[in-house]
C-alpha cells in the first residue's frame, strides 16, 4: 500500500511511540504523535537493548547516534547475593545461531537518552509531535475519530495506540480486564558509579530476592532494579517516590557490590509487579494497538521496549507490503502476537529462578548454573537466540 500521504496519528511520544513515527514516516506516510506529557521526556532509568532491538533502530538509521550515548555490554553475570560470589558469567560479545561466531550488540541506554535519539531523528524526519495532548478516547471506523480531554476531535486515515500500560485504546477494542498481582515488589534507582562496575549485567541473586545491576552513560551512572516477593499490595506504576531507606533495609544483607551501590541511592521509584493477558484483540477498522498498549510484560527479560520497537517496524512493513489497511493490520498481528507472547510467558516464568530461598536447593541450582556455563556456554546463551538473534527487519 502506498502510504504516501495517509494520515496517521500515533498517540504517545514514548519508545514504541516514536519509533513507529518514524518507521511510518520514512514509509511517506504524514504523521503526527500526540503526547500527553508537557515534554518528551523520561525518567532517569535504564534499558538494556538486545540486538533484535539494535536492528530496528539500525534499519531505521539511528543506531549510530544511540551508541555514541550508550555503553556495549560484555557479558551477563549470575552472582550470589552474600559476598557477591560469582556464580556464572555468560559472554555476550560472541554469539552464534549453530554457526560461526559473530561480536552481538548488545548495549545499556538511558531511557531518556534513547528517547531523545527518536524525538531527534522523528522530528527531523517532519513529524509533527504535539505535547500537552491527552487522548480521551478514540472511535474506529474506516476514518477513526480521536477524541482529546480537552474537546478537540481529529478524523484521520489512522490511529496508532502507543500509549502504554495504561492505555485508553485497549479497552475500547478489549473492554478491561484487572491484571494479576505477582506478589512481587521492584525498585529502581541510578546511582553514581563509585564501584567500578565493569560493563556487564550483574544479577545478583537472594532468598526471594534479585538485584540487577549495570552502568549507563559511558560507565559514568549504575542502574538498579531491585526485587522482592511480598505478600503485601503494592500500586502499579513506575513514578511512585519511595524511601530509600526501604530498599536498603529490604536488601541489607546483601554484599559486594550491591551494599555500596544501594548506600548511594538517594531517589527511588517502587512498583508492584502486574501480569497482564496479552490483549486478545489488536486492531479494529482504521485503529491498531502497538507495545505496552498491547502487550505489558514483567521486566524479567527486559525486552518490553525492545518488543514495542520490533512492532512498530513490522506495522510499517506490514502497512507498505498490504494491499490495504485491513490486509495490512491483520499482517502485522499475525506476524507479531506469537512472538511477543512467548516472550511475555517467559518473563513471567523467569523470576523465581534467582529467587530460590532454600539454602541446599539455591546452592544445588548454583552448582548446575555454573557447571552448564563452563561445560557449554553456547548452550546457556543459545537457550534466548530466538530472541536476540531474531531479525524482524529480515522477515
Ligand atoms: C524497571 C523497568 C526496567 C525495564 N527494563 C527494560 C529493558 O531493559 N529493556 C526493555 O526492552 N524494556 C524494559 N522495560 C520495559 C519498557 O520500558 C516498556 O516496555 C516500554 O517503555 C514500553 O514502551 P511503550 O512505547 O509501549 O510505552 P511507554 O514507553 O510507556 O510510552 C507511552 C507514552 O504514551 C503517553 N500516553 C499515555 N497515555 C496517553 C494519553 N491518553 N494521551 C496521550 N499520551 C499518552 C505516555 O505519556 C508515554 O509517553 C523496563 C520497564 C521497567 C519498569
Redesign the pocket.
Known sequence: MDLQGKKITV???????LTAALALKQRGASVHV????EA?KEVG?????SPN?MAVLKALGVDGALKKRAVRADAVELRDYAAGRLVSRLDLGLISENGPLHPTEYYFVH?ADLIDVLAEAVRAAGVKVLLL????TVVPGDRPKVMMANGAEMIVDLVVG???????MRPVLNGTVAPFFTRQT?W?ATVPNTMAHPDVAQVHMGPKRHVVSYPLRGGELVNI?AVQEQVGWAEEG?HIPDDPANLQKTFKDFGGAVRRMLTEVSDVRK?GLFRHPVAPVWHKDHCVL????AH??L?FM???????MEDAWVLGDALEKAEDFASGLAAYHARRVGRVTKVVDTASKNAWKYHLSNRPLRMAAHMGIRMASTLAPRKMMGQFDWIYLHDVTKE
Open positions: 498517540i504517545g511520544a514514548g519508545i514504541g511511540g500526540l503526547e500527553q506529557a518528551i532509568a535504564g534499558l538494556q537493548i532491538g531511557r495532548q491527552q487522548v480521551e502507543a500509549d502504554g500500560l495504561h492505555s485508553k521492584a529502581r532494579v513506575w512498583w502497538l507495545g505496552d498498549a505489558p510484560t521486566p527486559a525486552q518490553g521496549a525492545v518488543m514495542a
